[in-house]
Structure formats: C-alpha cells, structure tokens
C-alpha cells in the first residue's frame, strides 16, 4: 500500500511515532486513540490519522491503535527489518560514541566494521566492533554487502572518502562531518547529523522563554 | 515584529536558512530571489515568503533578498546575539567531540566550562575549555549566568543532573543523552539530538531506493 512519494515531514515524525509506541508499550499501554496519541506528541488527531493514511490503514474507526501492530507497522515502514549492514569511518570522539553507545542493534541495523588510520587504534575492538586500517576498506566494500556507512572522519578528507565509499556500491551515508558532501542524490542517500540547526532552534526558544519572563517580571513591577 | 508563536517547523527551517546564505555568502552571492533560494532547497518561493513574513518584510518585491542582510535577520531571531552562555556535563566521548569539534563560538555561544567526575580528566583543557569536578557545579551556577547545559553524562544519572540543573537556574538543556528528561517546559527548554531519528529516516529513504532500483532492473529484465 505504500505511495509513490511521502512528504519529508511525514517521515521524519515516523522515528517520533516508534518512539512514543516503545514509551506506550513499555508502560503497559496496549492501545490508544489518535486523540490520546495526538495530545501526548502535541499532534491533531487528524494529522495523525492523515500521516498514517500515506501508508494504509492501522487503525479502526472507534477503536484506536494496537500499540503493538501499529509499532510493528511503522518499524517496517522505517525498514528496520531489511537488515541493513554498516559500517564505520573514522574512529575520533563522535566514531567512538556511537560505536559504544548508540544501539544500531534495536533499530534492526547491523554494525559490521569500523575503520581509521591511526595506529593506536587500528586492530583494536570497541564494543565487539573490530577497528581495520583505511587501506583494507575497499576490500571490504568487494566482498561484503555495505548498506551505510557513517562517516566521522576529519573535515579535510570527508568528501574524498564518501568519493571512495559511493565509487564501491554504498547508497547511503550518514554525514557527522558537519560539511555537505558532494554526492548527488543518484548517487547516495545522505543523511546529516546537524548539531547547529539543534542549538540554533534551542537558542530560539531560550530567547522566546526570556523574553516572556522579562515581561512577565515588568508587568508584575508595573503593578 | 516577531509574532507571539510561530509553528516549530518554521522555527526548525531557520538554521537551514542561515546554513544556506552562509554558502551564498561565501560563494560571492550578494542577492537572491526567493525562486532561486526555494530552488536550491527544495521549497517553494511563497513558503519561502511565508516563513519570513512570520517575522518581518526582509525582502523587496521584484528585487530579492540581499543574502548578508537577511543573514543577519535569521541570525536576531535565532538568538544568536544575545551571548548566551554555556556549560557542558559529562566530558565522555561525545562530550569531547562537541568541545573539540563543535564551534559554539560561530554561532554566538560561549562555552564556559565543562564537568566530569573521573580523575583522569578534571582539571585538564580541552581546547582551552577548562574540566572542573561535578561537585564544582553547584558553586559555578551560583557565581555565574549559565543559559545553557549541554549534557553529555550516562543515561543512569542524566535525570539526577538534570534536576541539579533546573534547580539551580539553568533555563535550556541541549540533551545527548538518548534519554527524555524528567523536566517540565516551565523549567528549562530541552533539547534533543535524536540520533536514532536521523537514522531511521536514512534507512526509510534508502529502502525507497533500492525498491526503485530492483523495480527498474526488473522492468529492463522483462524488455
């Protein structure tokens, strides 16, 4: 049932759905109306609804959501069960926190491989993760299925190793380089981590928050 | 000019913006329409004109925008003039990485100083960024404004930190902790780096591709 094309919007409030379903389901909630779900996500009902419709129907008239199913749906909507293989370059401080912290388990994604130049790492397990030296990477990509890689690598040399990971067959990066890539949409999905489109927003909503504070100071100063 | 509340999705395209006009700027781009700004990323002109007009008129019909002018606009409303100040709590590897890595100084913030517990890294600097001991904390927030926590500690203490936080005035929290803190809006704005979102919309946009493609080869294969 699903579409030809689902708005970005659409999808980027998938993760946010799975989420709140894993929260519902682990606090014993076995099912809910898109009015209770909507009020809990500071979403209409009928955005909800409208945002599952892009892909079938889950729920029914009166009767609201199976949390379990609709989890089910959604995860396989996100493709969390096509088992996708990645790998990582470039072991600095952000490669490392997400080979020691970030569970690509849970979401159905299989960490094969990490990489890097330096010696002192190089050889080295994180996390049951083998680190190779950069050089034995196009090996790999020749032998072994690569879905994503997530590239941590230095700034100077990110678009000549996402060059490298696009020419052997990868499809999708997932760019903390903070740099936009230079790899067209034919040529790979890439997905960037943007810490300052984050901080940014949470500067914008610190000011709101103060300057309703100040006003509300003076107002009651005024009185 | 700002109006009293803005939708989030409005909100969350100003750093895009901002992102976007810096490469104009750096690319010599003086002026531009809003066609040929929606175009290259991918909005229409009159969301364009919408989201703006949500604070202001910054364009002239038939004219454009002048790039480093509404730079500066994007730049008022995100806040980032009014020199917000920032301590970071948990100097694990992803907070290393942001103190290393990430240019809080770009973007109008400054980071005052980071905590940790282990021995190994109080009292050393990080890229001039000086690592107090936690029990510190308390006595900083005390002598000093702190708009800003970034908190990058294990999810086991991430709420108990939190709460030191908010009780000691901290009115934002840029959250790394992969957990939803335990903190009511009227407290302190938070901030999340979801990063399993982000994967999960890479792995739904890659799955569409490779329907794409094996729908393609089949199609060739039955010519």
Sequence with gaps: MKQAKVSNNVIRRMPRYLRKL???????VDRIS?????????LT????R???SCFGEFGQQGYGYNVTGLRGEIA??????????????????????MIENFCFEQYGFHLLAAFDVRPEVVGSDISGVRVHDISELKNLLETHRVDIAVLSVPKLI???VARELVEHGVKAIWNFTNIELDVSESEAIVENIHFSDS???????LGEKLDAEAAAAAKQARQ
């Design 50 to 52: 409208q945002d599952f």
């Design 199 to 205: 901080l940014l927003a949470l500067g914008y909503y």
């Design 158 to 160: 990110a678009n000549k």
């Design 76 to 97: 396989g909507i996100l493709g969390m069960n096509r088992d996708f293989s990645v790998i990582l370059v470039g072991v600095g401080n952000i490669g490392r926190a």
């Design 34 to 42: 898109s009015f209770e779900l909507g009020r809990q996500m500071g």
């Design 22 to 28: 894993d929260e519902l389901k682990a606090a014993g």
């Design 45 to 48: 009902s009928s955005q909800i």
